[in-house]
């Protein structure tokens, strides 16, 4: 394929290496005629393991060159890669002109063209930046998004010192297009990479770089705070991390990151605020750990908002627990949260499959005594009776018989605080998702 990359920085460079050895004829465009000069003598724009042999056997074998004429590049090539910087200012924003610029040259460009033109954005950028990009296209070319040309969203995820092989060996390869069939040509360049290739809608996509290394800052950080509070102890944290890692099953998995309500129960709380006064007695700052509690906090208020917003009083709560198959009520966020609406005089009903008055006794019920002394007068055996004179219905147990019940009543409001996976009843107009 025929493929212009804007951009002749680090990933603009590892991708014209990694695409020419793959045989592919690439043209690189940027505004620097030193980048540019250095390219069309074979030589790499950076410096990276392995980086120079892939641009000198590419420009030997005919494969590379480089230009400052956006113009003739784009009239060349079928796909144009951007991957400019985007440089952030002192308080973390995103400096997008430069792919602007680019935007606004492809949509002169292609103006000329007949051949159908696909543009793909490798580039860090904000959520929604390829709908940008789009328009300025069509507004430089009189084209049609779609029709005449696509914008796809193909994140980066490459690690200085490692960056080719990590080409060649992504985790994922994230494509964001509304529709697969826009996002042909940059698919079939992954056709001989070994890896799961993944096509969502363009923000989530977008989105996704993010997240990653936000993910991986607070794991250094998170590292960084054990470590310290271990070293106080006399306590070799290297030991203490391997063995945390060990665990797959829970600790290096996807079964606590799940976005949804505020965690409870007997554990997480008190082992938190045990680690939390280790640090402090022994004067190590953890303000990572020490936030950890705000956030879920912070959780809570935000579904006591989203209820407090929609004027409305008669409310039945499906769970009370901290989680479902249980009926440990001790520090469930639930009761929490069915305390805060009785005491701003809503109207509640509760159901919970495994919580019974009679069998509550023990830590549960001087936690219950305290928190919600008249559970009694809350509790009910049967949905059935009680949905049909009720206006909110907060799902907090994602229970087998659940989706059957809510699909019945779709007059309801219904705040789901786990993650339904019906995708009916999350079209459902009156449906709120905690935070999706």
């Given at each position: ?11 603009g ?7 020419a050895?793959m ?39 005919n ?6 004429n ?20 002192l ?17 002169i ?11 793909v954005i ?11 990009v ?9 084209k ?8 796809i969203a ?7 010192g ?9 985790p ?13 040509k940059?698919?079939s360049?992954y056709?001989?990479?070994?890896s799961?290739?993944?096509?969502e809608d ?16 607070l ?5 960084n705070?054990?470590g ?10 290297r030991?203490?991390?391997?063995l945390?890692?060990?665990d ?15 965690y409870?129960?007997?554990?997480l709380p ?10 402090h007695?022994?004067?190590?700052k ?9 956030t ?18 008669k ?7 901290f ?12 009761v ?16 919970d ?17 305290e928190h ?12 059935d009776?009680y ?5 909110i ?7 087998n018989k ?20 019906d ?7 009156n ?6």
């Amino acid at each position: 394929m025929n493929i212009s990359i804007f951009g002749l920085g680090y990933v603009g460079c590892v991708s014209m290496g990694c695409l020419a050895k793959m045989g592919h004829n690439i043209i690189g465009v940027d505004k620097s005629e030193v980048k540019v000069e250095q390219t069309n003598l074979g030589k790499a724009t950076i410096i990276e393991d392995g980086i120079d042999d892939l641009i000198k056997d590419g420009y030997a074998d005919n494969k590379i060159s480089a230009t400052l004429n956006s113009y003739e590049a784009i009239i060349k090539t079928d796909l144009s890669i951007i991957a400019v910087g985007t440089p952030s200012d002192l308080n973390g924003h995103l400096n997008m002109n430069y792919i602007y610029e680019a935007a606004e040259e492809i949509g002169i460009a292609i103006k000329d063209k007949k051949d159908y033109h696909e543009i793909v954005i490798r580039s860090t950028i904000l959520p929604g930046t390829c709908e940008k990009v789009e328009a300025i296209i069509e507004n430089n070319s009189g084209k049609k998004k779609n029709e005449n040309f696509s914008v796809i969203a193909n994140p980066e995820f490459l690690r200085e010192g490692t960056a080719i092989k990590d080409y060649f060996n992504p985790p994922l390869i994230l494509v964001g297009s509304n529709n697969r069939k826009y996002a042909l040509k940059i698919i079939s360049l992954y056709e001989d990479i070994k890896s799961e290739l993944i096509v969502e809608d363009r923000k989530t996509i977008e989105i996704m770089k993010y997240v990653n290394n936000t993910f991986h800052a607070l794991k250094i950080s998170f590292a960084n705070e054990v470590g310290n509070i271990c070293k106080s102890l006399d306590i070799d944290s290297r030991k203490v991390m391997e063995l945390l890692v060990k665990d797959k099953q829970l600790n290096i998995s996807s079964y606590y990151l799940k976005p949804g309500f505020a965690y409870g129960g007997s554990c997480l709380p008190k082992d938190l605020k045990g680690f939390q006064s280790l640090a402090h007695e022994n004067n190590i700052k953890v303000p990572i750990i020490a936030s950890i509690n705000k956030t879920n906090t912070i959780q809570t208020e935000r579904a006591l908002q989203l209820i407090c917003s929609l004027k409305k009083k008669k409310v039945l709560m499906i769970g009370l627990s901290f989680k479902s198959n249980t009926d440990d009520l001790r520090n469930s966020p639930y009761v929490e949260l069915a305390e805060r609406l009785i005491g701003k005089g809503y109207d509640i009903s509760i159901y919970d499959e495994n919580v019974y008055i009679s069998n509550i006794q023990g830590t549960n019920k001087v936690y219950i005594d305290e928190h919600v002394p008249h559970l009694s007068k809350l509790l009910i055996d049967s949905i059935d009776d009680y949905i049909n004179d009720t206006d909110i219905i907060i799902v907090s147990h994602n229970i087998n018989k659940c989706n059957k019940i809510l699909s019945k009543h779709q007059n309801k409001i219904i705040i789901d605080l786990v993650g339904l996976d019906d995708e009916v009843i999350k079209m459902h107009s009156n449906y709120y998702g905690i935070n999706w």
